[in-house]
């Protein structure tokens, strides 16, 4: 399996499409009020739907970005406000967080090899497939 798609709730449409236009998400489905898909530069797909109410956020968005403190400056430049600025994790990742307008959690990171390949990667070559 892959990612393919995640897709997130917002409460006013016009509002969410501009954040996720200045992210630098491409727009590529456009349903006003209802319904827009974004797709990243290496293809995966983000979408946003209209709800009525939002309660607590249980998802969090990851978007990798090859030069995380530049694009968090950019952004912050643009009028963005996070909520932690890039730091260092124990787990090999850069990360910067912040919110969309509906109050969804997304992290801004650089993972580099450590995203798919951490040194505490289970060894799956003597797994038995099928």
Request: charged share 25%.
């Amino acid at each position: 399996m892959k990612l393919n798609q995640v897709t997130v709730g917002c409460l006013d449409y016009d509002q969410s499409v501009a954040f996720y236009r200045q992210l630098g998400l491409t727009q590529i489905v456009d349903s006003p009020l209802r319904y827009a898909r974004f797709e990243t530069s290496t293809g995966e797909t983000f979408s946003i739907h209209a709800v009525e109410t939002i309660g607590a956020p249980t998802t969090m968005i990851y978007f990798e970005c090859d030069d995380l403190d530049q694009k968090v400056a950019d952004l912050q430049a643009a009028g963005l406000t996070f909520d932690t600025q890039p730091a260092d994790q124990s787990w090999g990742w850069r990360e910067a967080r912040l919110r969309d307008p509906a109050g969804n959690p997304l992290c801004l990171f650089y993972g580099g090899d450590n995203r798919r390949f951490p040194p505490w990667r289970i060894d799956n070559s003597t797994t038995e497939k099928g």
